[in-house]
């Protein structure tokens, strides 16, 4: 199975701040990663596909870049309601989905 | 618009089994994967398996083939997770998610609002 890492686990910012983190896969997953976003209490929520697509609707603060094994997850100018964890999920090698272990930003 | 419906909280003892359900709205059922994902208290995300409404196909996480079964109703466009023989560390928030793709497993495009089930004696 293909293990996804996350770093840092956690991270603090302030609004305004530049915010970047990052996942990496164990193998080449090629561009094949989903990054979600979840606020306490609710479930997930997609954010960005194929590496580096927004879904609709998402704010273009978020952006994720990347391919092979390493990637990175940014937002350009953290807002209160980012305050959340975010996952990495590779769909390169299925089954198993595999998600990372989360970065919580606070 | 798509929703997706989740059954509620439950409580079970030890060894019991639980069904989860997941009715959807908005989209044709049999053209979307689902999957099962749940969350332990204060851990991340544990994917489960998945189901292709279509044909009633299934693939599950290797730790849960011996104890899942995931089946869906057609006509009510509704996916259900039964989950045996469980355990304390089987207390979860369990989520049903459409996927983002038609035909293909991706990835979790629409989430449920989230079951709470919690093993106790």
């Known amino acids: 199975d293909i293990q996804m890492t996350q770093s840092p686990s956690s991270l603090s910012a302030s609004v305004g701040d530049r915010v970047t983190f990052t996942c990496q896969a164990s193998r080449d997953i090629g561009k094949f990663l989903n990054w979600y976003q979840q606020k306490p209490g609710k479930a997930p929520k997609l954010l960005i596909y194929d590496a580096s697509i927004l879904e609709t609707g998402v704010p273009s603060r978020f952006s994720g870049r990347g391919s092979g094994t390493d990637f990175t997850f940014t937002i350009s100018s953290l807002q209160p309601e980012d305050i959340a964890t975010y996952y990495c999920?590779?769909?390169?090698?299925?089954?198993?989905?595999?998600f990372g272990g989360g970065t919580r930003v606070e | 618009q798509v929703h997706l419906v989740q059954s509620g909280s439950d409580v079970k003892r030890p060894g019991a089994s639980v069904k989860v359900s997941c009715k959807t709205s908005g989209y044709t059922f049999t053209d979307y994967y689902i999957h099962w994902v749940r969350q332990a208290p204060g851990q991340g995300l544990e994917w489960m398996g998945w189901m292709n409404p279509d044909s009633g196909g299934t693939t599950y996480a290797q730790k849960f083939e011996d104890r899942v079964t995931m089946t869906r109703d057609t006509s009510s466009s509704t996916a259900y997770m039964d989950l045996t023989r469980l355990k304390s560390d089987d207390t979860a928030v369990y989520y049903c998610?459409?996927?983002?793709?038609?035909?293909?497993?991706?990835?979790?495009?629409?989430w449920g609002q989230g079951t709470l089930v919690t093993v106790s004696s």
């Open positions: 999920q590779q769909y390169d090698t299925l089954p198993p989905l595999t």
């Open positions: 998610a459409r996927d983002r793709r038609k035909f293909l497993p991706n990835g979790c495009g629409n």
